[in-house]
């Protein structure tokens, strides 16, 4: 059976857990978040370990599409509702509301696939800074009379130092490739939760639509202001913009076809490449494009360009990283990055019909790059941005992307892609990817972390990358997008504003500023501002950087 987590703020805007980024879908995951687990101790993210085979293939062409309303399944936790799609075809999900006038916690049982052998999974991750004794809750199954149900029950561990803990994972071994189910702890505060009206359309049979409610808004007292000013230098240093993330709630899974027609190249073993990074402490890069900040977009003038990158110079940034080549990104963008001094990220962005270098968007990009060749002032190269999390390429896809890409440009730097962090723990993916990066790239928005206050963002964006630099031997991470928003609705603990703003990428950077990409130098209005959070307009973070445009 196939599966699919339908976003509610996506599908109404007619895409799949995506972003509109200008004139592409910019898929810039939030990480699907979920409840964190608390033990006693602070829990910096909670996931699960195993061998998951989930990919996510190319959407087909759609058929004629049929309309069906769709009786909503009755629930009593607000955990994603499943809905069975037998056929093809437009389907509308109706509007469901739950009230809990009490804290719930209950243990919700997630499915994952795993091929033959042992398997550890699911469990609760929590990080201590010292030895101590935690009393966890933890999710298990209990058996009766034939009839297993997902329960809770405690646990007292003991962390005999500071360090990273899986408490109570489930070990199962399995004969031959299989679903398995994973019971975890979820929790539940009081208040009305909503999953709103869904409209999207499946195109292979019995596939199964998750439909997520909506989180409400606590109440919360205004942060502290907190400010940043970058240090004042003699001389210009490269800086760069950043881009306003649209995250789903969830995101978008399907099961692979078993057999596939188009060829890749194999992927080749290759020894990692140190990639660039900055100083310690002081933000070392910002995303930007090359597009009007307005509601009409548009594409800036040489002028424009050429001031917003001496204005990221003067602050200090000395990286702007960019994600295509529209809007004339290398002849402006490249230009004045090289008169200011500043290190280019370079972008290959990938969105339908295709992850191929047939694809006309994508040979568009490489020869352009190729013709460009300006690689003195090149740190990194970015073959995709979420490309696989939202569809666009399967694994075996990017990865042959990548060695085309490398094969027909004469850069020898780092490359690598951009995917959120549980795409790159999925075994399949890192089993293909690895081989052809130089480095692990990963967005990760603590944001989008609902038991994370704006002053944690840097921890929690710090155990992102410890997660990333361990996946392929050998090779170093880098969080390519981070951020928080300056207004907006809050997402459980996660609360957006100026301050709030002000004091996450002050987090951020003392913790991870020097191997961070900063999201985003300025604040779009041509960007969706009816998503769930509300808040993608609203993720320029130049002032908090010092940077005056």
């Known amino acids: 059976m196939k599966a699919t987590l339908a976003a509610v703020a996506a599908l109404a805007a007619g895409a799949s857990a995506g972003s509109v980024h200008h004139k592409h879908a910019h898929a810039h995951a939030k990480?699907?978040?979920?409840?964190?687990?608390?033990?006693?101790?602070?829990?910096?993210?909670?996931?699960?370990?195993?061998?998951?085979?989930?990919?996510?293939?190319?959407?087909?062409?759609?058929?004629?599409?049929?309309?069906?309303?769709?009786?909503?399944?009755?629930?009593?936790?607000?955990?994603?509702?499943?809905?069975?799609?037998?056929?093809?075809?437009?389907?509308?999900?109706?509007?469901?509301?739950?009230?809990?006038?009490?804290?719930?916690?209950?243990?919700?049982?997630?499915?994952?696939?795993?091929?033959?052998?042992?398997?550890?999974?699911?469990?609760?991750?929590?990080?201590?800074?010292t030895a101590t004794t935690v009393v966890c809750p933890y999710a298990t199954v209990s058996t009766s009379e034939g009839v297993t149900t997902s329960v809770i029950e405690s646990t007292t561990y003991v962390c005999p130092s500071a360090g990273t803990y899986t408490i109570a994972p489930t070990t199962t071994t399995v004969t031959e490739g299989t679903t398995v189910t994973i019971p975890s702890v979820t929790s539940y505060p009081a208040g009305t939760y909503t999953q709103p009206e869904v409209v999207t359309t499946v195109y292979e049979t019995s596939t199964v639509v998750y439909c997520p409610f909506d989180i409400p808004t606590p109440s919360t007292s205004e942060a502290v202001p907190t400010t940043y000013v970058a240090e004042t230098t003699t001389a210009p240093v490269v800086t760069y913009p950043v881009e306003t993330p649209t995250y789903a709630v969830t995101s978008v899974v399907t099961k692979p076809s078993s057999t596939s027609t188009k060829s890749t190249p194999t992927p080749s073993n290759s020894p990692g490449?140190?990639?660039?990074?900055?100083?310690?402490?002081?933000?070392?890069?910002?995303t930007y494009t090359p597009y009007e900040t307005s509601a009409g977009g548009g594409c800036k003038t040489q002028s424009q360009v050429n001031s917003d990158i001496a204005a990221i110079a003067?602050?200090?940034?000395?990286?702007?990283?960019?994600?295509?080549?529209?809007?004339?990104?290398?002849?402006?963008?490249?230009?004045?990055?090289?008169?200011?001094?500043?290190?280019?990220?370079?972008?290959?962005?990938?969105?339908?019909?295709?992850?191929?270098?047939s694809n006309p968007s994508v040979t568009e990009q490489i020869s352009a790059i190729k013709a460009w060749a300006k690689w003195d002032i090149v740190e990194l190269i970015s073959v995709g941005n979420e490309a696989v999390l939202h569809g666009y390429c399967t694994p075996s896809e990017l990865a042959g992307l990548?060695?085309?890409?490398?094969?027909?440009?004469?850069?020898?730097?780092?490359?690598?892609?951009a995917e959120t962090v549980n795409i790159w723990q999925q075994e399949e993916f890192s089993g293909l990817l690895c081989p052809v990066v130089d480095f692990v790239g990963a967005n990760a928005h603590a944001f989008f972390n609902?038991?994370?206050?704006?002053?944690?963002?840097?921890?929690?964006?710090?155990?992102?990358?410890?997660?990333?630099?361990?996946?392929?031997?050998?090779?170093?991470?880098?969080?390519?997008?981070?951020?928080?928003?300056?207004?907006?609705?809050?997402?459980?603990?996660?609360?957006?504003?100026?301050?709030?703003?002000?004091?996450?990428?002050?987090s951020i950077v003392q913790e991870v500023g020097d191997k961070a990409v900063l999201f985003s130098l300025?604040?779009?209005?041509?960007?969706?501002?009816?998503?769930?959070?509300?808040?993608e307009q609203h993720w320029g973070c130049a002032s908090v950087l010092g940077i005056s445009i």
Not at 69 to 95: D, K, L, M, N
Not at 402 to 410: A, V
Not at 522 to 535: E, L, M, Y
């Open 402 to 417: 990548i060695s085309t890409t490398k094969s027909q440009l004469s850069y020898t730097g780092p490359y690598s892609t």
């Open 450 to 506: 609902t038991e994370t206050t704006a002053n944690q963002a840097g921890q929690f964006v710090k155990g992102q990358l410890d997660i990333i630099s361990s996946i392929c031997s050998g090779k170093e991470g880098r969080i390519m997008e981070t951020g928080w928003p300056s207004a907006g609705q809050a997402l459980g603990l996660a609360v957006p504003g100026v301050s709030q703003q002000a004091a996450a990428i002050k």
């Open 273 to 286: 490449k140190t990639p660039g990074q900055g100083v310690p402490g002081k933000p070392w890069a910002v």
């Open 314 to 357: 003067a602050a200090g940034v000395t990286t702007i990283r960019v994600y295509s080549t529209d809007c004339s990104t290398l002849e402006f963008v490249g230009g004045a990055c090289e008169a200011h001094g500043i290190k280019m990220i370079l972008g290959i962005f990938v969105d339908e019909p295709g992850c191929d270098a």
């Open 522 to 535: 300025t604040s779009d209005a041509w960007k969706d501002g009816n998503t769930q959070c509300q808040c």
């Open 31 to 129: 990480k699907g978040y979920e409840a964190e687990d608390t033990c006693g101790c602070t829990t910096v993210y909670s996931t699960y370990y195993g061998e998951p085979t989930l990919v996510f293939p190319s959407v087909p062409a759609p058929p004629a599409p049929t309309t069906t309303t769709v009786s909503t399944t009755e629930v009593v936790v607000p955990t994603p509702i499943a809905q069975t799609c037998p056929t093809t075809g437009v389907y509308t999900f109706p509007a469901t509301t739950i009230t809990l006038t009490d804290s719930t916690t209950v243990a919700v049982p997630y499915t994952t696939s795993v091929p033959a052998g042992t398997h550890t999974l699911g469990g609760v991750t929590t990080v201590v800074t």
